[in-house]
């Protein structure tokens, strides 16, 4: 398949780049393309421009090609461009660490740099069985993920994972895991403002899992505080506060996956200070350096650091694992670009800010057309439709390139539109995104 490009005149192929969690031949009969950005906006090849309604991947959320970030980025390739991590280093990844870990929760100052949300989601799943192997208990090996729950794609990401198709044809990886339910529970909680009312007691299934299996046999408890890519499902009241509870009576590690909440989305640095539920690990990625270099991270409580660390000698390797790329220069010039802008521009609390309007605009699409639930919370949304008879998802999948065509992205899973503006968002822009999704729902079968 060749198309031209439309910026240089020449002739692409199609064929050779096997796109990631695309319906390939669906996208090459009829690609969409982008070629620019700039603050709320894209522009495709032909200069048509699009709002963002979905800060790229749920990760621009600075708006796009900020100026410090790229300047950052810029002087970096040009000082130095690489710089290996074992046993070196360079003073930009030690920046990177403390910008990061000065808006983590007290006591979560310990940073490990990955390359993506999916391998921090493997390195927190390791740290958890070498911390309990540390302290002298290494039978605590059992997993316990979320159905719905999305981490990534690595091994220890897939088996957590509790997304059926993304799991379906590796059995083999799937040994030491166990998932408790998902939350969603649209028949009490459809159009919920914020976090539903009900469901604190899908928490109670992790004792009996637990109990199950025997403490003494499981690690960690990894979950989203806010599932994202399995379609935006906010935490009942008082859900987190249980998983924390039980998890602390019988020593097993709670990690949050904070790959998409993580760095303001729903107003506050992560999930857990505003929720006010501390992990013992945060898995990030994404919005850490406003998606500008592939970067992630886990931040670790410091006594976990300290008990991995403090039981080997000194002189030794503490923990065997790592990257080539663990604390890029480039990617590390952008979090210390980042962070330093987020703060600047208090991008967090105007999250908080927007909120209202947000929720408000949003809730407006009840009755339209097809619309069955909507979920909301920080700037994030989830819109759900009503699947098509025979055909799910293909709704949602419309919805995606007709609001596209119009000048919006917006991204969808299984039936449901999620929404992740960048934190900049302007009230206009909020209805526009808003009604451009009403007007294509009335037209849409
Ligand atoms: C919660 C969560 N964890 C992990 C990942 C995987 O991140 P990556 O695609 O950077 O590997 C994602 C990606 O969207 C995510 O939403």
Redesign the pocket.
């Known amino acids: 398949m060749k198309m031209e490009n439309p910026l240089t005149g020449s002739m692409i192929s199609l064929d050779e780049w096997w796109m990631p969690f695309t319906a390939n031949r669906h996208y090459k009969a009829a690609p969409r393309l982008l070629a620019k950005a700039e603050g709320m906006y894209y522009w495709t090849p032909d200069g048509r421009q699009v709002l963002d309604g979905t800060a790229g ?2 990760c621009v959320n600075a708006g796009h090609c900020r100026k410090p970030i790229v300047e950052a980025i810029q002087r970096q390739a040009a000082t130095m461009d690489y710089a290996a991590p074992f046993n070196m280093g360079h003073p930009l990844a030690f920046e990177a660490a403390t910008a990061v870990a000065a808006v983590a929760p007290a006591g979560m100052q310990r940073v490990f740099f990955t390359n ?6 493997d390195t927190s799943i390791k740290i958890a069985l070498a911390y309990h192997r540390a302290r002298g208990e290494p039978s605590r090996r059992i997993v316990i993920g979320r159905e719905r729950g ?4 690595n091994i220890g ?1 897939t088996m957590a994972g509790g997304i059926p198709g993304n799991r379906k044809h590796f059995p083999a990886l799937m040994s030491g895991v166990d998932h408790i339910r998902a939350t969603h529970d649209l028949a009490r909680n459809a159009f919920s403002r914020g976090q539903p009312a009900h469901g604190a007691e899908f928490a109670d299934e992790l004792e009996r899992l637990i109990a199950f299996h025997d403490a003494s046999n499981v690690a960690a408890v990894i979950i ?1 505080p806010m599932a ?2 399995a379609g935006v499902l906010v935490p009942p009241q008082g859900y987190l506060e249980k998983l924390r509870a039980i998890c602390s009576k019988h020593g097993v590690l709670l990690i949050f ?1 904070e ?2 909440t993580g760095f303001g989305r729903l107003g506050a640095p992560f999930a857990a200070q505003r929720f006010n539920v501390i992990p013992d690990m945060i ?1 990030c ?2 919005a850490i350096n406003n998606a500008a270099v592939p970067l ?1 991270a886990v931040i670790v409580k410091n006594e976990i650091h300290d008990a991995i660390v403090e039981a080997a000698p000194v002189g030794q390797i503490e923990f065997l694992h790592g990257y080539t790329y663990s604390g890029h220069p480039l990617a590390c010039a952008a979090v210390v670009a980042t962070q330093k802008l987020y703060a600047e521009e208090k991008l967090f609390d105007r999250a908080r800010a927007v909120e209202s309007v947000w929720e408000d605009a949003l809730h407006s699409l009840k009755g339209a057309r097809h619309v069955i639930d909507i979920r909301n919370l920080g700037l994030v949304g989830g819109i759900e439709l009503e699947p098509r008879p025979g055909a799910p998802g293909k709704r949602a999948l419309e919805a995606h390139i007709k609001c596209f065509e119009a000048g919006v992205l917006v991204r969808f899973t299984a039936d449901i539109i999620a929404l992740s503006p960048p934190l900049i968002i302007e009230k206009d822009q909020v209805e526009r995104i808003v009604e451009t999704i009403r007007t294509v729902l009335t037209a849409l079968d």
Not at 116 to 121: Q, V
């Open positions: 991947l749920w993506s949300g999916s391998e921090s989601a999305y981490h990534g794609v990401g989203e994202g890519s996956d790959v998409i898995n990625a994404k992630g």
